[in-house]
């Protein structure tokens, strides 16, 4: 079993929402790494979108989602999720979430720098 898996991705029109869902397989808490979601389009380089550290909860979004992309982790689930309203045809990617091997916190750890990854989910934006 990955140890992460990605689901809720999907075609929505300019607008809508979905809600992207990262489990974690038994073996991983979530509690115990800081976890980012980061989304890849098509020819261009992989990006960070949002992170949130441990046990803080302290949170971290790209500029281009802020106020329209939450981040939340639900320890008992053993899940992260990404809700992302007013979503754009420039949120069209691949998403993918991402733990960190030993940070708590987001701070400046870039998407090379997490190493345990899910399979992705794809996000299409069109109307």
């Known amino acids: 079993q990955a140890p992460l898996v990605e689901s809720g991705g999907g075609v929505v029109q300019p607008g809508g929402s979905l809600e992207l869902t990262c489990t974690a397989a038994?073996?991983?808490?979530?509690?115990?790494?800081?976890v980012v979601w980061v989304r890849q389009a098509p020819g261009k380089e992989r990006e960070r979108v949002s992170c949130?550290?441990?046990?803080?909860?302290?949170?971290w979004y790209e500029d281009s989602v802020k106020g329209r992309f939450t981040i939340s982790r639900d320890n008992a689930k053993n899940t992260v999720s990404l809700q992302m309203n007013n979503l754009e045809p420039e949120d069209t990617a691949v998403y993918y979430c991402?733990?960190?091997?030993?940070?708590?916190?987001?701070?400046?750890?870039?998407?090379?720098?997490?190493?345990?990854w899910g399979q992705g989910t794809q996000v299409t934006v069109s109307s």
């Open positions: 991402a733990a960190h091997e030993f940070a708590l916190s987001c701070g400046n750890y870039q998407a090379y720098e997490y190493g345990t």
């Open positions: 949130i550290s441990t046990p803080t909860d302290i949170t």
């Open positions: 038994a073996g991983l808490l979530v509690r115990r790494h800081a």
